[in-house]
């Protein structure tokens, strides 16, 4: 090296030790990684993908959320994401002076959620909530890595190592807390935490639509979701993809015609009812009130998970609306993604990314038209959208994941409107947070149709967030003490980010006080400590009185 050029110190930009190592940067993830670096302490936040933010970003799902969302029922960090995201907009878009003065602005109108919005405004907003916590060096994210391996010893687990995807490189973390924000509960295998997959028997706990048996392998289908815009006189058809011809003629056993086809089962009442799709329609996206309670919205599917209004804005400044496409037509269940092996995993996605490439080229080509015709050679995928080559989601949905053994288990008894009346719903001395959705599960790799019953308005115990045995790794999603069933409800955006916001909170009060999970959990004075601490950051622990749908 030349001498007159100073040489620069080599700086390690992966910590080998900190004091919360989470793996997983969905959205419990990220709201683990901001409750320990609020209360001081040093996290280290890994992801697999290149976008933080999971079910909202890299899957592309708009949030399926309660109808309540807008006054209550969510934490206070869960409500700073959805005002940043609407502050978002208002801030760069060409948003009509009704719309931007709006206070509940939803910018894709769409019917599923009060605040449907594209995946890269989510994905900004989530990096500038972490931002300050990386600048003071508390907080390290590392995404293009997946976690290969864990260390346990006993009932400790003393570091993860994370391979990085793109060139293979190991990297060992050892940590106080170990949080699974995976996707799939990854962790949970890797450290032999005990855990269960897929259906439990009815047997276990009792619950009503459970099934005989229990199937480790029965697991609610993924979807690979995908972005579309139409513009009408545009040719914008994909190449035929190569597995078309069979998902062109698969017609499940529990379905009214063929799976590529707008014929479908409604979720709730089994019945075979038409979908329609009518791009960019010409009504004001001010009049569309999304509210799953009154109405599921998914009958009419261009407006259903619209994630953009051409409407909202200046004329002219949008040539269509952009939707989102997760609908009956493409979700897949033909592998489980979970427990049958790596190959077996790998099939799964490959295939059902066929399946949603099948269903675009079939909208574009052969899908009814209203004027009698076939096929929208004008629908666009939308690659920029989603941050891919094709413009499918950089990941699949995952709706279902290992699941731990927990201190408490939710079951059916717990939260179904049949069994508790519409008032009902079971109250926990450890209430940590609270959600409300229906008892919502789509056909499964076990064969079953849909399961979507109603529930009420439920509290997340603490208990569910504790291993039976490990004590010093927590869940932080999909993957806390539910079963089959009661994932169906637990699964949803704003419960992930509360079971994060509080596994990331109970670790670094651990860390704090000197104390375990379990004992905060069992013993009354220090589970007050703890909950006090979450009531001083607006995590909501208990519901007004509410009607459950």
């Known amino acids: 090296m030349d001498p007159a050029i100073p040489s620069i110190p080599s700086i390690p930009s992966?910590?080998?030790?900190?004091?919360?190592?989470?793996?997983?940067?969905?959205?419990?993830?990220?709201?683990?990684?901001?409750?320990?670096?609020?209360?001081?302490?040093?996290?280290?936040?890994?992801?697999?993908?290149?976008?933080?933010?999971?079910?909202?970003?890299?899957?592309?799902?708009?949030?399926?959320?309660?109808?309540?969302?807008?006054?209550?029922?969510?934490?206070?960090?869960?409500?700073?994401?959805?005002?940043?995201?609407?502050?978002?907009?208002?801030?760069?878009?060409?948003?009509?002076?009704?719309?931007?003065?709006?206070?509940?602005l939803n910018p894709g109108a769409g019917r599923v959620s009060k605040l449907c919005h594209e995946p890269r405004v989510a994905l900004a907003v989530l990096e500038a909530m972490l931002a300050p916590h990386r600048a003071?060096?508390?907080l390290t994210v590392l995404?293009?890595?997946?976690?290969?391996?864990?260390?346990?010893?006993?009932?400790?687990?003393?570091?993860?190592?994370?391979?990085?995807?793109?060139?293979?490189?190991?990297?060992?973390?050892?940590?106080?807390?170990?949080?699974?924000?995976t996707e799939t509960g990854a962790l949970l295998h890797l450290a032999g935490v005990e855990h269960a997959l897929g259906a439990e028997a009815r047997g276990e706990y009792d619950?009503?639509?459970?099934?005989?048996?229990?199937?480790?392998?029965?697991?609610?289908?993924?979807?690979?979701?995908?972005?579309?815009?139409?513009?009408?006189?545009?040719?914008?058809?994909?190449?035929?993809?190569?597995?078309?011809?069979?998902?062109?003629?698969?017609?499940?056993?529990?379905?009214?015609?063929?799976?590529?086809?707008?014929?479908?089962?409604?979720?709730?009442?089994?019945?075979?009812?038409?979908?329609?799709?009518?791009?960019?329609?010409?009504?004001?996206?001010?009049?569309?009130?999304?509210?799953?309670?009154?109405?599921?919205?998914?009958?009419?599917?261009?407006?259903?998970?619209?994630?953009?209004?051409?409407?909202?804005?200046?004329?002219?400044?949008?040539?269509?609306?952009?939707?989102?496409?997760?609908w009956p037509l493409n979700d897949y269940w033909l592998k489980p993604l979970i427990g049958a092996g790596e190959e077996t995993a790998t099939r799964a996605v490959a295939e059902a990314r066929q399946l949603s490439l099948s269903v675009l080229y079939w909208l574009q080509t052969e899908a009814p038209r209203p004027d009698g015709g076939t096929g929208f050679p004008g629908l666009k995928p939308r690659p920029d959208i989603t941050g891919t080559a094709d413009g499918l989601a950089k990941a699949p949905y995952v709706r279902e994941s290992r699941r731990i053994k927990a201190v408490t288990t939710v079951t059916e008894h717990d939260v179904a409107i049949d069994l508790l009346g519409p008032h009902g719903g079971t109250r926990h001395r450890d209430s940590v947070g609270v959600g409300a959705y229906r008892i919502d599960l789509h056909p499964s790799t076990g064969g079953d149709t849909y399961i979507d019953v109603g529930s009420v308005p439920f509290e997340i115990p603490l208990g569910a967030l504790i291993p039976r045995r490990v004590r010093n790794l927590l869940p932080a999603g999909k993957n806390l003490g539910t079963t089959h069933i009661t994932n169906g409800c637990f699964r949803l955006h704003?419960?992930?980010?509360?079971?994060?916001?509080?596994?990331?909170?109970?670790?670094?009060?651990?860390?704090?006080?000197?104390?375990?999970?379990?004992?905060?959990?069992?013993?009354?004075?220090?589970?007050?400590?703890?909950?006090?601490?979450?009531?001083?950051?607006?995590?909501?622990?208990?519901?007004?009185?509410?009607?459950?749908?």
């Open 136 to 138: 003071a060096g508390r």
């Open 14 to 104: 992966f910590p080998s030790e900190t004091d919360v190592l989470i793996v997983g940067g969905g959205l419990g993830g990220v709201a683990a990684a901001l409750a320990v670096c609020r209360a001081g302490r040093t996290a280290v936040l890994t992801e697999e993908t290149d976008w933080i933010g999971g079910q909202l970003t890299s899957q592309a799902v708009p949030p399926d959320e309660h109808p309540w969302v807008e006054r209550f029922g969510t934490t206070a960090g869960y409500r700073a994401l959805r005002e940043g995201i609407r502050a978002y907009y208002r801030q760069w878009y060409p948003l009509r002076a009704d719309a931007l003065n709006l206070p509940e």
């Open 207 to 326: 619950e009503p639509h459970a099934p005989e048996v229990a199937d480790p392998l029965n697991q609610q289908g993924i979807t690979v979701c995908f972005a579309l815009s139409h513009h009408e006189g545009e040719e914008h058809t994909i190449d035929r993809p190569a597995d078309y011809d069979f998902w062109r003629s698969y017609r499940p056993a529990f379905w009214p015609g063929p799976l590529l086809g707008f014929l479908a089962p409604d979720p709730r009442t089994l019945e075979a009812v038409p979908r329609t799709l009518e791009p960019n329609p010409d009504d004001d996206p001010l009049d569309v009130h999304a509210d799953q309670s009154a109405d599921a919205g998914d009958k009419e599917l261009w407006g259903f998970r619209r994630i953009l209004a051409r409407g909202l804005h200046r004329p002219g400044a949008f040539g269509s609306d952009i939707t989102l496409v997760n």
């Open 494 to 549: 704003p419960v992930e980010w509360n079971a994060g916001e509080v596994a990331g909170a109970l670790a670094a009060h651990c860390l704090d006080e000197g104390v375990e999970p379990h004992q905060v959990q069992a013993q009354d004075e220090r589970l007050d400590a703890f909950t006090r601490r979450l009531d001083r950051s607006g995590v909501q622990r208990h519901w007004p009185d509410l009607r459950g749908y």
């Open 143 to 181: 995404t293009g890595h997946r976690p290969v391996a864990a260390e346990p010893d006993g009932d400790v687990v003393r570091a993860v190592t994370v391979e990085d995807v793109r060139d293979g490189e190991r990297h060992t973390v050892a940590a106080g807390y170990v949080i699974d924000a």
